[in-house]
């Protein structure tokens, strides 16, 4: 069955650094383009960036364009989120995600299976 | 592109027939899916290019709308389906979400 676990969330002051790691299993990893989505406490889901099948292609919100990046490790089947320049509004839990692969939203499909969230702290 | 959902919560009661809209700033044809959120939970993949039912999801669940106007439809809303709901946008990047709709028991 497809797994998604992430791992690397914690407690970081403002202006650090993390590095968030997915594993996937249980689906050809390297078809699928892959997703970072984040909610912040009791608040709504805020899309983060995603990365093409074979890392050719990056997107990013722009709330952290400039400090984060997405990159893929498809011969060890890992996502990972590269986090810098932290801030207190970047606290949130950060969940991979994998995008459905359909023929009818092409490459602007929707996420369909996730992992179940690492929380990331940005706090002195 | 900004997604406004509409109501922000609501309290009814199982058995009832739920609407909840989503309105996008700009056209983004079909390009529109709905999410089901419960507290501690990731979401779960509702239906996406606006109408299409994702595997496993009741048919209770119903989709429409095009453009700038859609919809999602609980035809008789059952005790598991009170949780949180979200329409994301995928027409263009960053692909936004709505802010969310409670659904809660009356």
């Known amino acids: 069955q497809v797994q998604l676990v992430e791992s690397g969330g914690g407690l970081v002051k403002p202006g650090g650094s993390l590095r968030l790691s997915c594993a996937a299993s249980?689906?050809?990893?390297?078809?699928?383009?892959m997703t970072w989505i984040r909610q912040a406490p009791g608040k709504g889901l805020e899309w983060v960036s995603n990365i093409n099948s074979r890392s050719s292609y990056t997107n990013y919100a722009d709330s952290v364009k400039g400090r984060f990046t997405i990159s893929r490790d498809n011969a060890k089947n890992l996502l990972y989120l590269q986090l810098n320049s932290l801030r207190a509004e970047d606290t949130a839990i950060y969940y991979c995600a994998r995008e459905l692969n359909d023929y009818r939203c092409g490459p602007d499909c929707p996420s369909d299976y996730w992992g179940q969230g690492t929380l990331v702290t940005v706090s002195s | 592109i900004q997604l406004t959902q509409s109501p922000s919560s609501l309290s009814a009661s199982v058995g009832d027939r739920v609407t909840i809209t989503c309105r996008a700033s700009?056209?983004?044809?079909?390009?529109l899916a709905w999410y089901q959120q419960k507290p501690g939970k990731a979401p779960k993949l509702l239906i996406y290019?606006?109408?299409t039912l994702q595997s496993g999801v009741p048919s209770r669940f119903s989709g429409s709308g095009f453009g700038t106007d859609f919809t999602l439809t609980i035809s008789s809303l059952q005790p598991e389906d009170f949780a949180t709901y979200y329409c994301q946008q995928l027409k263009s990047y960053p692909r936004t979400f709505g802010q969310g709709t409670k659904v809660e028991i009356k």
């Open positions: 700009q056209g983004i044809t079909i390009y």
């Open positions: 290019t606006t109408s």
């Open positions: 249980g689906f050809p990893f390297t078809d699928y383009y």
